[in-house]
């Protein structure tokens, strides 16, 4: 499948990601307004995130991934940096 990279992601974030893919969380969007997104990690955690950059259309109940470490969060084959908030 081919991802879409914003242009806000780092090479430096994909090099941090790269060697370690067990780092990624995975969850669900639970709440989502294209600058911020609540996500329902399958951990039973839940956390918010500042999505940076361009707005990422993110969907209620959709599935994502977010790599704390380096700051990625992957969504809907886009790429994209995210912070905790």
Do not use: K, Y
Request: proline share 7%; hydrophobic share 50%.
């Amino acid at each position: 499948m081919s991802r879409t990279i914003s242009s806000t992601v780092h090479p430096i974030q994909r090099c941090m990601a790269a060697p370690n893919p067990a780092a990624w969380w995975d969850g669900l969007v639970i709440e989502a307004d294209g600058s911020t997104a609540t996500l329902a990690l399958l951990n039973g955690a839940t956390i918010r995130l500042r999505i940076v950059g361009p707005a990422v259309d993110l969907a209620v109940g959709e599935p994502v991934a977010f790599h704390p470490v380096a700051e990625l969060l992957s969504a809907s084959a886009i790429l994209t940096t995210a912070r905790t908030a």
